[in-house]
């Protein structure tokens, strides 16, 4: 008999998992490896903790990612930006990531596929927590808790769907195979409603970000679920209840804009204040694949992450005037220089050094093997990644590499709030940019002068630039653009890499383009369908079982 992900998952408990996607894991990697029976499982703390282990895991994969496991995996995070105007998948065109975003997408597409099972594998593992916790014989606060994060865990991936597929089966109990193969689609709505009281129950018992130990760190606080709740009223365009909610957050006081921009995203500094939470990842054990995949081929990487010049464009001079090709401040040499440091942070371009290596992509030096070409195993734009990355790692890139990816910053925190407020309509004064766009563009390590725009309509577009530089690469650029209703105008039409003035190759140049004025590498052409490609449609695979969730 055939069967969908419904049915996959509806037997007892599966520990998927006992390795802890917090600090945490050494002492449960020692227990079995295999599922468990319900009938003597939930016992004592150590099993509910292995339980709740299963539940942030789901069905997330530590290891070689080609589409994302999970919306928090290394790839569910930085690969989707190869969907957007920031970055391309050097595989190319045919890549199931590039074509979410243009013209081209399908029910087929892997990518939706691997989200789709990945969040109900999840949230089956949830429903089957919350289901059995109860049983265990410890004391009530413990329980409360435990069902908070499990109850957080759902609605987020309830959260995801909805934003990207729109009306999907809401699934809150272990369903019989007769149920799976028949289950309706809820409306977006009614999804909306169920992950808005799902947050607002969670942030009740969860524990504030400051009384997390050390030894639980990963484990979700007030401020992550009031977060994602505030992210869930931008989406529905709720902005006084997204402003009270991110105010929320600021008036605990727990977390910091870190003057370090760079070190949030290393092992060094992972637990920063900044970092609200985060994707833990733990070397061999739980290891982060993203160096592997995105560091470029002179440190033995696969460069599968490749930003854009139209991301590159939008990093502004260190006074704060717009970048212009035609400024003498320009240095083709050096593109970092004169610029917001957060390219520097960032970006790697032609001439840089990484690892103590230069990258050489330019498109005449053919001995290079990073050289920009449409063959080699190197970058597609002339830029590659370096955020993320500590550049004195020497491990192994696949296995040996744990930094964590973060998933809510402060930095997101105070931008929403200020985008909160400004669409609700209320007066922007200067003390909210200085408490707010201007913390964030002011960190130490940043230090870009400050916004004084408070006309909103002038506002809009300086805070949405700010938030496409500060939160780039870390998979926001989608929902963002989905949500702002831009996707139409920003993913359509020609796409180009960094520009080479001296180069006397044909620049990637389509039959029948003219040379561009500056030079650019030219990468692709999207044509994202305004009003179709805004919702996923659900996998076939699964709608070929259930005629129900077509």
Known sequence: MRTNIFNNLTSAFLLLS????????????????????????????????????????GGLSYDFQTAPTDWWSYAGLAFMELATDNAYDRRGNSSTLNRLTDGTLLPNNNVLLSFWTGSYKKITVANDFLDHIELVPIDQSKISRFKAEARFLRACQYFYLSQHFGSVPLVTKILTSEEANTVQKASKSEIESFVESEFKDAITDLPRYKDIPASEIGRVSKQAALAFLGRLYLAQKKYREAADTYKQIIDFGDNTIDPDYSGLFTPANENSKENIFSMQFIEVKAPNYLPQHAYPAIAGGWHFINPLEDLAVNYDFIDGTPFSYDDTRFNLNNRAENRDPRFAYSFLWDGCTFGGKIYDCHPDHASSVDQLTVSKQATRTGYGLRKFFDESFSGDLATGYGGNMPIIRYAEVLLSYLEAIMEAGDPISQSLLDETINKVRGRTSVKMPSITETNTDKLRPVLRKERRIELAFEGIRLW?????GI??????????????????????????????PYSRWWVTTKNFRTGQDELWPIPETETNINPNLK
């Open 487 to 516: 996707a139409g105008e920003v993913l359509k039409g020609d796409f180009w890499g960094a520009p080479f003035p001296d180069s006397t190759g044909s620049l990637n140049l389509p039959n029948g383009y003219t040379k561009d």
């Open 480 to 484: 963002d653009i989905l949500r702002w």
């Open 18 to 57: 006992l390795l802890f996607p917090v600090s945490c894991a050494d002492q449960l990697d020692k227990s079995p490896t295999n599922q468990f029976d319900n009938a003597t499982f939930w016992t004592n703390e150590t099993n509910a903790l292995i339980g709740l282990t299963a539940v942030y895991r």
